[in-house]
């Protein structure tokens, strides 16, 4: 596992929020009126997410029938401000564009942009923090109408700050943990999932096909607050289901994984045999994970591996039927409009919509809807129409 992965997934350990940011910076466009109504200052933080503590069977049932349906309804905005015309560029500043999240949310902002007559300048951080900090300064210099960044916004405070203090709004993807403006971050918007939303969907997955007599490993990395708390969201479900088991939480750093999960699974099988659930707060590690238990001749029948994030190594994984069975993805193209419309909205001087896409749980029989073909999660709900009507006023059928 890398760093720059661990960055990605997780973002600095003071984070309180932390994952991935994608953050856009204000495009200056030769002090127009735009720039004079744009505002940078973030909106007061939205709630935190809440964890579930129970799950009965018939409800972690319903959750995973709900989750696994096709995302076909819009529930996003219906009314925002319009676009505005003219000149508009936004900087996205990828911490690492060979990582594919990286590179798919930055698609999507280009695809939005596109559409409206703006531009996108990319810049890459080459997977480190040195690299993104330049990256960042490229994009201050540049004096853009945005920045959209899936950095740490924790690593990046100093440019942040300036480009606040310059009325360029930063508008994060995975920047921190939660979803929502992050006034202490300097955040406009971060977009994300929500991550109890998350650990939930997983724990109901687990007591539903367990029916309710799950045996569970939980594999997380406790240096990160994040990954705490996503460790919560689906363990406590799973521990107060009376006929469920929590057997253990395997406190793994990430960066570990490669060298160390042969012997911490050989270890597992000698302490609780060869039937169980494995859940963690992201797939990173199930390809070590199932390269060990194919190693100790484990059986994919017997042994379950329940993930987030869904790299392409989960999709393949889950169709091809091997160890990992479920992981609940985050989408792809969507988040890059999603920042796009926070940018309009800062730009008009309005808060960021409160929407958050709801969870989608691949299993082996939907693996292939809903962008799985591509080993994406693209939801089938037309958002791109969706967000051209509120951003053209047009009413076009979506």
């Not at 002090?31 to 129970?54: E, F, H, K, N």
């Not at 004096?143 to 009325?167: F, G, M, W």
Request: hydrophobic fraction near 40%; charged fraction near 15%; aromatic fraction near 8%.
């Amino acid at each position: 596992m890398t760093e720059k992965y661990l960055r990605h997934v997780f973002g600095g350990p003071a984070a309180r929020r932390g994952i991935g940011m994608v953050a856009l910076i204000g495009a200056a466009c030769a002090a127009g009126p735009a720039m004079a109504q744009t505002r940078s200052q973030p909106y007061p933080a939205w709630p935190d997410p809440v964890i579930s503590p129970t799950l009965s069977v018939a409800e972690a049932k319903a959750i995973v029938v709900e989750r696994t349906k096709k995302q076909t309804e819009w529930k996003g905005p219906s009314d925002g401000p319009r676009a505005p015309a003219g000149s508009v560029t936004i900087a996205y500043v990828s911490p690492d564009q060979s990582y594919t999240p990286h590179v798919l949310w930055g698609r999507g902002v280009e695809e939005a942009a596109k559409a409206l007559g703006w531009k996108v300048m990319t810049l890459n951080g080459q997977g480190t923090v040195s690299g993104t900090l330049s990256a960042m300064q490229q994009a201050l210099a540049a004096n853009p109408t945005a920045i959209v960044t899936p950095a740490d916004a924790n690593a990046l405070q100093k440019p942040i700050k300036e480009a606040v203090a310059r009325h360029i709004p930063v508008i994060g993807i995975h920047a921190t943990a939660f979803p929502g403006p992050h006034p202490d971050l300097g955040l406009y918007m971060n977009i994300v999932s929500n991550p109890a939303e998350i650990g939930q969907t997983e724990a109901a997955y687990v007591i539903a096909m367990a029916d309710g007599k799950a045996r569970d490993i939980h594999m997380v990395d406790d240096s990160y607050a994040i990954a705490r708390f996503k460790a919560k969201a689906t363990t406590t479900p799973i521990a107060n289901c009376s006929g469920c088991k929590m057997l253990e939480t395997v406190n793994m750093p990430l960066g570990d994984a490669s060298a160390r999960m042969s012997s911490v699974v050989s270890g597992l099988l000698a302490r609780y045999g060869d039937s169980w659930w494995m859940t963690t707060c992201c797939d990173g590690y199930y390809t070590n994970v199932a390269a060990a238990l194919r190693a100790a001749g484990a059986s994919p029948t017997k042994i379950k591996l329940v993930g987030a994030d869904a790299p392409p190594s989960a999709y393949d994984m889950i169709r091809k039927g091997g160890f990992e069975v479920a992981s609940v993805p985050e989408p792809s193209s969507l988040f890059g409009y999603m920042a796009v419309d926070a940018v309009i909205r800062a730009m008009a001087g309005q808060e960021p919509a409160h929407f958050v896409q709801p969870t989608f749980l691949i299993v082996k029989e939907n693996v292939d809807s809903e962008g799985g073909r591509k080993n994406e999660f693209v939801p089938s709900n037309n958002f791109a129409c969706h967000y051209m009507n509120v951003w053209k006023g047009t009413n076009n059928p979506c």
